[in-house]
């Protein structure tokens, strides 16, 4: 179902590198426009932290590295309303505070914690995750968790789970058409500035009600919908 993935080609990247191996230690950070950028997965596949779209104006995000002529966000962090950081805006990640990210004094994003335990360190996978983890090797927190406009491969949307286009090259903030997965285990494609939030795709119109889906999966027999009895309806 190609009109999941509604992914628009942006500005060239700027590469500057923080790592290379994927692992990153706590406390660190990162900060718009500096020489500290972004981190790398293993294989160099994907980068987490900020890409430069002008002079001022930056985005928290996760992308493909290695299409250098092009910008293609996985994931971005939902910060500062859907409009870019500024220059110097910082990420933070402790142990205690996990990821945070600031303009000056003001904080314009956190990711959390789904526990009690403090992050002892994060890891780009050339997966495209991103992820927190505890001092037992645990996540804390993982970007495959949060999706924002796009499944990548492995990546599973639970229940209640939501992919949103966004405005404009510029613009993250959330817009009409959004695909999600339902508490009824319904997934939709849907024009969320309707009255009614219109329905465009269903996919239960074409398999059995009785078995609702409980997630989303794309792995390699494609993108489908796993219902709660272990059945396949494909997108």
């Not at 718009?32 to 790398?40: C, P, R, T, V």
């Not at 994003?109 to 997966?127: H, I, L, P, R």
């Not at 817009?175 to 465009?200: E, T, W």
């Amino acid at each position: 179902m190609a009109i999941l993935f509604l992914l628009l080609l942006q500005l060239p990247l700027s590469v500057v590198v923080a790592q290379t191996n994927g692992k990153i230690n706590v406390p660190t950070s990162l900060t718009a426009g500096s020489n500290n950028y972004f981190w790398l997965s293993p294989s160099k596949d994907f980068a987490f932290g900020f890409h430069q779209l002008d002079d001022d104006a930056f985005v928290l995000a996760i992308w493909y590295h290695k299409l250098s002529a092009q910008f293609t966000p996985v994931w971005y962090a939902n910060a500062n309303k859907g409009k870019p950081v500024p220059r110097n805006s910082k990420l933070e990640l402790t142990s205690d505070s996990a990821l945070v990210l600031k303009n000056g004094a003001q904080t314009l994003w956190n990711s959390g914690k789904t526990s009690s335990a403090e992050v002892n360190y994060a890891v780009m996978n050339d997966t495209g995750n991103f992820m927190l983890l505890d001092n037992f090797n645990r996540p804390i927190w993982e970007s495959f968790n949060y999706p924002t406009d796009t499944l990548l491969p492995s990546q599973i949307m639970k229940l209640g789970g939501s992919l949103s286009a966004r405005t404009s090259d510029t613009d993250f903030a959330p817009r009409r058409f959004q695909f999600r997965l339902d508490l009824d285990g319904i997934a939709r494609l849907i024009a969320i500035n309707l009255p009614g939030n219109f329905s465009y795709y269903d996919y239960s119109s074409t398999g059995d009600t009785s078995d609702p889906g409980d997630e989303v999966v794309f792995d390699s027999s494609g993108l489908y919908v796993l219902t709660r009895n272990e059945s396949k309806s494909l997108l």
